[in-house]
Protein backbone atom coordinates (compact mmCIF):
# COMPACT_ATOMS: atom_id res chain seq x y z
CA UNK A 1 0.00 0.00 0.00
CA UNK A 2 1.16 3.33 -0.97
CA UNK A 3 2.41 5.98 2.20
CA UNK A 4 1.28 9.25 1.65
CA UNK A 5 2.85 12.21 2.97
CA UNK A 6 1.50 15.95 2.74
CA UNK A 7 2.85 19.43 2.01
CA UNK A 8 0.79 22.56 2.90
CA UNK A 9 1.53 25.24 0.46
CA UNK A 10 0.14 29.03 0.03
CA UNK A 11 -1.53 30.21 -2.73
CA UNK A 12 -2.27 33.96 -3.96
CA UNK A 13 -5.89 33.92 -2.23
CA UNK A 14 -5.15 33.96 1.91
CA UNK A 15 -8.37 31.62 2.10
CA UNK A 16 -7.04 29.09 0.27
CA UNK A 17 -4.46 26.45 1.43
CA UNK A 18 -3.18 23.77 -1.11
CA UNK A 19 -2.39 20.34 0.39
CA UNK A 20 -0.01 18.96 -1.65
CA UNK A 21 0.35 15.00 -2.01
CA UNK A 22 3.47 12.85 -2.93
CA UNK A 23 0.95 10.52 -5.07
CA UNK A 24 -1.16 11.18 -7.96
CA UNK A 25 -5.13 10.91 -6.42
CA UNK A 26 -6.60 11.89 -9.17
CA UNK A 27 -6.21 10.53 -13.33
CA UNK A 28 -6.10 13.43 -14.92
CA UNK A 29 -9.83 14.88 -13.82
CA UNK A 30 -10.36 18.30 -12.04
CA UNK A 31 -13.34 18.29 -9.23
CA UNK A 32 -14.41 21.11 -7.47
CA UNK A 33 -17.21 20.75 -4.47
CA UNK A 34 -18.47 23.63 -3.09
CA UNK A 35 -20.70 21.53 -0.41
CA UNK A 36 -21.22 18.02 0.99
CA UNK A 37 -24.62 17.44 -1.59
CA UNK A 38 -21.74 17.96 -4.51
CA UNK A 39 -19.36 15.60 -2.75
CA UNK A 40 -21.30 12.84 -3.17
CA UNK A 41 -19.07 10.56 -5.24
CA UNK A 42 -16.22 12.05 -3.25
CA UNK A 43 -15.66 10.45 0.11
CA UNK A 44 -12.85 12.80 1.36
CA UNK A 45 -14.86 15.86 0.07
CA UNK A 46 -17.49 14.67 2.66
CA UNK A 47 -15.42 13.96 5.33
CA UNK A 48 -13.82 17.46 4.98
CA UNK A 49 -16.99 18.91 4.73
CA UNK A 50 -17.83 17.64 8.54
CA UNK A 51 -15.51 20.88 9.36
CA UNK A 52 -17.01 23.55 10.07
CA UNK A 53 -14.95 25.96 8.32
CA UNK A 54 -14.12 24.18 4.71
CA UNK A 55 -16.44 26.63 2.12
CA UNK A 56 -15.00 24.46 -0.86
CA UNK A 57 -12.90 21.45 -1.62
CA UNK A 58 -10.73 21.26 -4.64
CA UNK A 59 -9.28 18.19 -5.64
CA UNK A 60 -6.99 17.71 -8.61
CA UNK A 61 -4.07 15.51 -9.69
CA UNK A 62 -1.57 15.40 -6.58
CA UNK A 63 -3.34 18.12 -4.24
CA UNK A 64 -6.44 19.25 -2.09
CA UNK A 65 -6.69 22.65 -1.99
CA UNK A 66 -9.30 23.51 0.51
CA UNK A 67 -10.72 27.18 0.80
CA UNK A 68 -11.45 28.48 4.23
CA UNK A 69 -14.41 30.79 5.85
CA UNK A 70 -13.11 33.62 7.83
CA UNK A 71 -13.92 31.84 11.27
CA UNK A 72 -10.28 30.27 11.37
CA UNK A 73 -7.23 31.03 10.08
CA UNK A 74 -5.26 28.29 8.47
CA UNK A 75 -2.02 29.17 10.43
CA UNK A 76 -4.38 27.58 13.81
CA UNK A 77 -5.74 24.83 11.73
CA UNK A 78 -3.60 23.41 8.91
CA UNK A 79 -1.53 21.08 11.02
CA UNK A 80 -5.11 19.20 12.35
CA UNK A 81 -5.88 18.98 8.47
CA UNK A 82 -2.64 18.04 7.12
CA UNK A 83 -2.62 15.23 9.52
CA UNK A 84 -6.45 14.46 8.94
CA UNK A 85 -5.57 13.77 5.26
CA UNK A 86 -2.50 11.87 5.67
CA UNK A 87 -4.56 9.58 7.96
CA UNK A 88 -7.34 8.93 5.31
CA UNK A 89 -5.04 8.63 2.16
CA UNK A 90 -3.02 5.79 4.29
CA UNK A 91 -6.41 3.94 5.14
CA UNK A 92 -6.64 3.44 1.28
CA UNK A 93 -9.92 4.40 0.91
CA UNK A 94 -11.17 6.27 -2.16
CA UNK A 95 -10.13 10.24 -3.04
CA UNK A 96 -13.21 9.95 -5.70
CA UNK A 97 -14.92 7.78 -7.12
CA UNK A 98 -14.19 8.28 -10.54
CA UNK A 99 -16.67 7.21 -13.34
CA UNK A 100 -14.32 4.33 -15.73
CA UNK A 101 -13.61 6.13 -18.81
CA UNK A 102 -14.13 4.61 -22.24
CA UNK A 103 -13.67 7.10 -24.39
CA UNK A 104 -10.00 9.00 -24.61
CA UNK A 105 -9.51 12.46 -22.70
CA UNK A 106 -9.62 15.65 -24.07
CA UNK A 107 -6.04 16.69 -24.44
CA UNK A 108 -4.12 19.08 -26.83
CA UNK A 109 -0.41 19.26 -27.20
CA UNK A 110 1.86 21.71 -29.25
CA UNK A 111 5.14 21.96 -29.93
CA UNK A 112 7.19 25.33 -29.07
CA UNK A 113 11.00 25.76 -30.32
CA UNK A 114 13.74 26.13 -27.67
CA UNK A 115 17.12 28.45 -27.60
CA UNK A 116 18.61 24.88 -28.07
CA UNK A 117 18.09 23.64 -31.86
CA UNK A 118 18.17 19.97 -30.54
CA UNK A 119 15.61 20.38 -28.11
CA UNK A 120 11.79 20.65 -29.08
CA UNK A 121 9.19 21.47 -26.08
CA UNK A 122 5.89 19.33 -26.20
CA UNK A 123 3.40 21.51 -24.24
CA UNK A 124 -0.03 19.91 -22.86
CA UNK A 125 -3.04 21.38 -21.22
CA UNK A 126 -2.67 19.14 -18.76
CA UNK A 127 0.03 18.06 -15.98
CA UNK A 128 2.26 15.32 -16.76
CA UNK A 129 4.42 15.44 -13.75
CA UNK A 130 4.64 16.31 -10.49
CA UNK A 131 8.36 17.46 -10.57
CA UNK A 132 11.29 17.33 -13.21
CA UNK A 133 12.33 13.74 -14.30
CA UNK A 134 15.38 13.67 -17.16
CA UNK A 135 16.18 10.33 -18.82
CA UNK A 136 19.98 10.02 -20.79
CA UNK A 137 18.66 6.84 -22.00
CA UNK A 138 15.73 3.63 -22.35
CA UNK A 139 17.47 2.19 -19.68
CA UNK A 140 17.00 5.22 -17.42
CA UNK A 141 13.65 5.40 -18.55
CA UNK A 142 12.69 1.91 -17.17
CA UNK A 143 10.44 3.56 -14.65
CA UNK A 144 8.70 6.18 -17.44
CA UNK A 145 6.15 4.39 -19.81
CA UNK A 146 6.43 7.70 -22.19
CA UNK A 147 9.64 8.17 -21.99
CA UNK A 148 10.44 4.43 -23.13
CA UNK A 149 7.99 4.63 -25.89
CA UNK A 150 9.68 7.54 -27.31
CA UNK A 151 13.32 6.57 -27.24
CA UNK A 152 11.78 3.44 -29.75
CA UNK A 153 12.41 6.17 -32.23
CA UNK A 154 15.62 5.98 -33.47
CA UNK A 155 16.41 9.81 -33.23
CA UNK A 156 15.29 10.06 -29.86
CA UNK A 157 18.23 10.82 -27.71
CA UNK A 158 17.17 12.17 -24.34
CA UNK A 159 13.47 12.96 -23.05
CA UNK A 160 12.67 15.66 -19.89
CA UNK A 161 9.55 15.99 -17.97
CA UNK A 162 8.21 18.90 -16.04
CA UNK A 163 4.80 19.43 -15.32
CA UNK A 164 3.17 20.35 -18.52
CA UNK A 165 5.78 19.37 -20.88
CA UNK A 166 8.03 17.33 -22.36
CA UNK A 167 11.11 18.09 -23.66
CA UNK A 168 12.74 16.11 -26.55
CA UNK A 169 16.14 15.82 -27.79
CA UNK A 170 16.93 14.61 -30.41
CA UNK A 171 20.23 12.92 -32.96
CA UNK A 172 21.39 14.85 -35.82
CA UNK A 173 20.57 12.67 -38.03
CA UNK A 174 16.92 14.02 -38.58
CA UNK A 175 15.18 17.27 -39.13
CA UNK A 176 12.45 18.60 -36.47
CA UNK A 177 10.26 19.56 -40.10
CA UNK A 178 10.16 15.48 -40.28
CA UNK A 179 9.85 14.20 -37.22
CA UNK A 180 7.46 16.95 -34.82
CA UNK A 181 4.32 15.86 -36.29
CA UNK A 182 5.04 12.12 -35.38
CA UNK A 183 6.31 13.31 -31.66
CA UNK A 184 3.67 15.59 -30.96
CA UNK A 185 0.93 12.70 -32.07
CA UNK A 186 2.69 10.26 -29.90
CA UNK A 187 2.63 12.38 -26.65
CA UNK A 188 -0.84 13.50 -27.54
CA UNK A 189 -1.86 9.70 -27.94
CA UNK A 190 -0.42 8.76 -24.74
CA UNK A 191 -2.01 11.22 -22.39
CA UNK A 192 -5.60 10.93 -24.07
CA UNK A 193 -5.46 7.16 -23.05
CA UNK A 194 -5.03 7.72 -19.69
CA UNK A 195 -1.51 6.44 -18.96
CA UNK A 196 0.48 7.81 -15.93
CA UNK A 197 4.08 9.32 -17.42
CA UNK A 198 5.84 8.08 -14.75
CA UNK A 199 5.78 5.47 -12.13
CA UNK A 200 4.42 5.93 -8.86
CA UNK A 201 7.13 4.95 -7.36
CA UNK A 202 9.42 7.18 -8.94
CA UNK A 203 7.00 9.79 -7.93
CA UNK A 204 7.41 8.97 -4.52
CA UNK A 205 11.26 8.86 -5.05
CA UNK A 206 11.24 12.59 -6.69
CA UNK A 207 9.51 13.68 -4.13
CA UNK A 208 12.48 12.77 -1.39
CA UNK A 209 15.17 14.17 -4.34
CA UNK A 210 14.04 17.95 -3.93
CA UNK A 211 17.29 20.13 -3.91
CA UNK A 212 16.64 21.15 -0.50
CA UNK A 213 16.21 17.13 0.66
CA UNK A 214 18.83 15.99 -1.77
CA UNK A 215 21.49 18.39 0.07
CA UNK A 216 20.23 17.85 3.24
CA UNK A 217 19.56 21.39 3.05
CA UNK A 218 18.99 22.26 6.96
CA UNK A 219 22.61 21.60 7.27
CA UNK A 220 23.81 23.42 4.34
CA UNK A 221 25.95 26.76 5.17
CA UNK A 222 24.11 30.20 5.04
CA UNK A 223 25.09 31.39 1.61
CA UNK A 224 23.79 27.87 0.04
CA UNK A 225 20.55 27.89 1.38
CA UNK A 226 20.29 31.48 0.08
CA UNK A 227 21.84 30.46 -3.12
CA UNK A 228 19.24 27.72 -3.53
CA UNK A 229 15.95 29.72 -2.47
CA UNK A 230 17.18 32.51 -5.07
CA UNK A 231 17.59 29.63 -8.08
CA UNK A 232 13.80 28.25 -7.18
CA UNK A 233 12.05 31.71 -7.00
CA UNK A 234 13.88 33.49 -9.80
CA UNK A 235 15.43 31.02 -11.88
CA UNK A 236 13.46 27.88 -12.23
CA UNK A 237 10.33 29.40 -13.75
CA UNK A 238 12.47 31.13 -16.26
CA UNK A 239 14.40 28.07 -17.46
CA UNK A 240 11.63 26.07 -17.45
CA UNK A 241 10.11 28.31 -20.16
CA UNK A 242 12.93 27.55 -22.16
CA UNK A 243 11.98 23.45 -21.91
CA UNK A 244 14.58 23.19 -19.24
CA UNK A 245 15.19 23.32 -14.99
CA UNK A 246 18.50 24.00 -13.07
CA UNK A 247 19.49 22.34 -9.90
CA UNK A 248 22.30 23.45 -7.32
CA UNK A 249 25.47 21.25 -7.07
CA UNK A 250 27.57 22.86 -4.13
CA UNK A 251 29.34 25.92 -3.41
CA UNK A 252 32.92 26.31 -3.02
CA UNK A 253 33.40 29.35 -0.44
CA UNK A 254 37.36 29.75 -1.10
CA UNK A 255 36.76 30.14 -4.79
CA UNK A 256 33.38 31.39 -4.29
CA UNK A 257 32.15 29.76 -7.33
CA UNK A 258 28.44 28.39 -7.44
CA UNK A 259 28.45 24.85 -8.97
CA UNK A 260 25.17 23.86 -10.80
CA UNK A 261 23.45 21.08 -12.93
CA UNK A 262 21.78 22.30 -16.31
CA UNK A 263 18.70 19.81 -17.67
CA UNK A 264 16.27 19.49 -20.61
CA UNK A 265 16.55 22.29 -23.42
CA UNK A 266 19.68 23.96 -21.21
CA UNK A 267 21.76 21.04 -21.36
CA UNK A 268 24.37 21.15 -24.05
CA UNK A 269 22.20 24.25 -25.84
CA UNK A 270 24.42 26.93 -27.14
CA UNK A 271 23.46 29.78 -25.26
CA UNK A 272 23.58 28.30 -22.13
CA UNK A 273 26.77 29.90 -21.56
CA UNK A 274 25.31 33.49 -22.60
CA UNK A 275 22.48 32.46 -20.17
CA UNK A 276 24.59 31.24 -17.41
CA UNK A 277 26.94 34.18 -17.16
CA UNK A 278 24.77 37.14 -18.26
CA UNK A 279 21.45 35.90 -16.92
CA UNK A 280 21.55 33.37 -13.71
CA UNK A 281 25.54 34.96 -12.50
CA UNK A 282 24.67 38.46 -12.92
CA UNK A 283 21.59 37.84 -10.83
CA UNK A 284 23.50 36.07 -8.16
CA UNK A 285 25.80 38.57 -8.03
CA UNK A 286 23.35 41.31 -8.14
CA UNK A 287 21.77 39.49 -5.40
CA UNK A 288 24.33 38.16 -3.15
CA UNK A 289 27.26 41.07 -3.05
CA UNK A 290 30.78 39.63 -3.15
CA UNK A 291 29.64 36.00 -2.38
CA UNK A 292 29.49 34.65 -5.76
CA UNK A 293 32.39 35.24 -8.21
CA UNK A 294 31.05 32.58 -10.90
CA UNK A 295 28.72 30.51 -11.85
CA UNK A 296 29.46 26.61 -13.59
CA UNK A 297 27.23 24.35 -15.01
CA UNK A 298 29.22 21.29 -14.44
CA UNK A 299 27.12 19.45 -17.49
CA UNK A 300 27.65 22.01 -20.28
Known amino acids: MKEYSITAKQTNNPAVLKF ?55 AD ?17 AVVIEE ?17 PAVMKFVSNMRIVPA ?10 KESKLASQLFQLPFVKEVFLDENYV ?8 EWDDITMQLREMVRDFLAEGNEAVSENSIAHKNADTPKAQLNYETLDATSKQIIDILEEYVKPAVAGDGGNIL ?6 DSKTVNVILQGACSGCPSSTFTLKNGIETMLKNMMGDKVNEVVALNG
Open 132 to 141: AFEFKNIEEA
Open 100 to 116: AQGRKLPVTVYAEVTPN
Open 248 to 253: FQSYEE
Open 77 to 93: VKDEVAQQLVEYLNTGA
Open 20 to 74: ETNHFITKNTNYEFKNIDEAKNSPLAQQLFHLPFIKTVYISGNFIGLERFDIVEW
Open 167 to 174: SISKFDVA
